[in-house]
Structure formats: structure tokens, C-alpha cells
């Protein structure tokens, strides 16, 4: 990469190279330095990606800034909305399989803190704070919670909430997991007794699960 960033004429910036090594150490060759993204950084211990919490404390405490300088219930949660948005981002978006359920949950708790943070005094995050503003500011009570995430024309107020799709990542991850093991287990039965049938006696005992589900990962079956 050097050789070639010599020859077009670029450079790296340092800031933003870093390197890590699982199991091994890092080669001298490589740069070093962190393994960043948004507000993830890869802990090298966990071997995963983790959440910079103090980034996201720096990023409360400015979203609170401009969440208290906006007067209009439609422009305050225009300004929730796109901190929402760049928090979820930056978190990784939609969450890859590879990261596993506890890149999942780590999100889930982000966001949680964030709303504990936000609205100390309403407990229930941001939806029983925007009820306190329409019963002080219009003397609307007992709306029902699904009405805020009602598209505008629909006569709600657009809210995104991506801790509520993140509990549903959550429960969808664990479905999908649970299914494919489900799945490659009756899989490996119906092959195991096909091979007992016409082959045992012949070629001898069929594979164990543990050599068959390396086949998978090989994806040679």
C-alpha cells in the first residue's frame, strides 16, 4: 500500500490508520493505532466492536443544547429525529450477523442512556415527555403512544425511535439463530439416516454433526 501511495502520489492520514491482530501480534510492517468507525472502536481484549461511550456523552450534552433552543413541538422533534438518526448510524446502522447479539444489546443500552440522559424526568423517554408538552401546551391527554410515530399526514409527529427497532433486530437475531441451528439439525438427521440405509455397511459410519457443520462453514454442503 505504501509502495503504491508512492507512486500515485498520496499519503496516509495517520490519524486514521491503526491496525490490530487477533491471537498474535500485530506485524511491525502495519500501522498502528486504534480500529475506529462513528462510535465504534474494536477492543481488542473482546475481540469485537464496542461503543465509545464518552463520545456519545460529548454528543448528549450538544443534542440536549439544541433540543432545549427549540421552541416548536414539530421542529423539536425534526432535530430529535436526525440525532437519532446519526447516533443509530453511527453506531453501525443495521446491525451485520457478524457482530453478534451483543453488539445488539450494547446498542440497546446506548440508547437507553441516552433517553435516561435526555429526560431524567419523565419516565418513559422521549414519548412521556412529548405527552407532557401537549398536555401543558395544549391540554391534550391520554394520547396513545402509537400516535406519535404516525407519519405527519396521517396527523401524528413522525418520531423515530430506533431503540424500538433494535428490540426487534434483537428478538429477529435470536429467531434466526435458533432457526438455522434447528434447520441444519433435522438437515443432518435426514442425511444421516439416508447414509445408514444405503451406504453403512459399505463405506462405513456416516460423519459426526461436528464435521458436517465444518463442511458448512467450508460451504462445501
Known sequence: MNVYADLVGLKFNVSKTGS??????????????????????????????????????????????????????????????????????????????????????????TLVQIQEELFPNAQGGVVAYLCSVTKTHFNIVDLPQGYFYLLISNDGLKLHHPIVEMFGVELDRHNYFKDFMETKKKRYKVLKKDWDLHYRITKGSFMIMKSYTSLQEMWLL
Open 20 to 109: 490490530v491482530s487477533i491471537g498474535t501480534a500485530v506485524p511491525a510492517s502495519l500501522p498502528t493505532g486504534n480500529i475506529c468507525w462513528g462510535f465504534l472502536h474494536f477492543n481488542q481484549d473482546k475481540a469485537q466492536f464496542v461503543i465509545d461511550q464518552k463520545n456519545v456523552d460529548l454528543h448528549i450534552v450538544k443534542l440536549c443544547c439544541q433540543l432545549a433552543s427549540t421552541k416548536l413541538v414539530f421542529g423539536w422533534v425534526n432535530v430529535y429525529n436526525k440525532y437519532m438518526a446519526f447516533f443509530f448510524h453511527n453506531f453501525g446502522g443495521q446491525s451485520a450477523l457478524c457482530f453478534g447479539a451483543v453488539h445488539v444489546t450494547d446498542i440497546i443500552n
